[in-house]
């Protein structure tokens, strides 16, 4: 079992950037895959980006590809999400998830509650 917390949403300008992170608890981060998604209102939640358990290996989707960087810190058990170039349709609640089987498969066992971000034009 792990717990996630993500943190650093808030409101910015268009253009803006912001970095979120995510704790995690436990001994077994370093051993998960780790994605961002996002969700606007009234819309369904949409994948972002995502990291192998060894930072190797990361995927972005094409809306946020060049502008987003996903990185993580094992020691720290905390991935990033630094986000630059920012767009009012980059406007949601954005959460992280672990995979527990290490590589990116897109199936996820943990979330966490999700931060606001909130891009003005």
């Known amino acids: 079992q792990v717990q996630l917390v993500e943190s650093g949403g808030g409101l910015v300008q268009a253009g803006g950037s912001l970095r979120l992170s995510c704790a995690a608890s436990g001994r077994t981060f370093g051993s998960y895959a780790m994605g961002w998604f996002r969700q606007a209102p009234g819309k369904e939640r949409e994948f972002v980006a995502a990291m192998s358990w060894s930072g190797g290996n990361s995927d972005y989707a094409y809306s946020v590809k060049g502008r987003f960087t996903i990185s993580r810190d094992n020691r720290k058990n905390t991935l990033y999400l630094q986000m630059n170039s920012l767009k009012p349709e980059d406007t949601a609640v954005y959460y992280c998830?672990?995979?527990?089987?290490?590589?990116?498969?897109?199936?996820?066992?943990?979330w966490g509650q999700g931060t606001q971000v909130t891009v003005s034009s």
């Open positions: 998830a672990a995979d527990r089987r290490g590589w990116i498969t897109g199936s996820y066992d943990y």
